[in-house]
């Protein structure tokens, strides 16, 4: 079946390196990606989108890429800190009408001292 | 700025019991969701609603669940008869309702317990 999913589980890195967090996805209908960073106990809280007609997006300290070609996005964190620690989510929409997200499986993005 | 907000945060009850999540979207919003997500899971969709009516649902969303816009302002998510795994965080957000880019926007969340 269509889904959207992650490499890797979990992400270690020291404070004020550069963080990616990858996500590969398998619709190629999907239309619009989300990224969505999730606090314990808080709901997903967005960060960044893009359309498919980009490959690429820039935010404040955050870049998200599309690669159509592979099926794959990224999110680039700049200059990490602590309250970035977070589990982060790609997200895509499919089809025009339909509104559903479908979510992948998390990253867990753990920030060193 | 505005945010969706959800009672209760923590809901604990005994299985076949009826609950009622409640959500306010962001005001001027046109749809409405309701996510969930099972302790260590993804993120599920359930339900979109627009115009008073539901515009899609999922697999999920079988006949034990309802949703209602009671008046203008709440978005409310009925569980029937509450079974064991219907456990999990239940999430409600809310979008402007734009064609490609609908930014959804989710709110804290409801921890429901089945006992």
């Known amino acids: 079946g269509e889904s959207v999913g992650l490499h890797l589980p979990t992400l270690s890195v020291q404070e004020g390196d550069n963080s990616i967090i990858n996500c590969a996805y398998s619709n190629s209908a999907s239309d619009y990606f989300i990224w969505y960073k999730q606090e314990s106990g808080k709901g997903p809280q967005f960060i960044i989108d893009?359309?498919?007609?980009?490959d690429k997006r820039q935010g404040q300290r955050v870049t998200v890429l599309l690669n159509k070609t592979v099926k794959h996005l990224s999110l680039q964190i700049a200059a990490t800190q602590p309250g970035d620690s977070a589990v982060y989510f790609c997200a895509e929409k499919s089809g025009t009408g339909r509104r559903a997200l479908t979510f992948g499986s998390g990253t867990r993005l753990q920030v060193q001292p | 700025e505005p945010e969706v907000t959800q009672t209760p945060s923590h809901q604990v009850t005994q299985m076949g019991q009826e609950v009622i999540l409640r959500c306010v979207p962001i005001s001027n919003h046109l749809y409405f969701y309701w996510y969930r997500q099972i302790l260590g899971q993804k993120v599920e969709f359930l339900v979109s609603f627009y115009n008073n009516e539901i515009s899609e649902k999922s697999e999920i969303f079988d006949d034990q669940f309802s949703v209602e816009r009671p008046d203008g302002s709440n978005f409310t998510l009925k569980i029937r008869s509450t079974k064991l795994e219907d456990s999990a965080m239940y999430f409600c957000?809310?979008?402007?309702?734009?064609?490609?880019?609908?930014?959804?926007?989710f709110g804290p969340g409801t921890r429901l317990t089945v006992l």
């Open positions: 893009i359309r498919s007609n980009m």
């Open positions: 957000a809310s979008s402007g309702g734009g064609h490609y880019t609908d930014t959804q926007y």
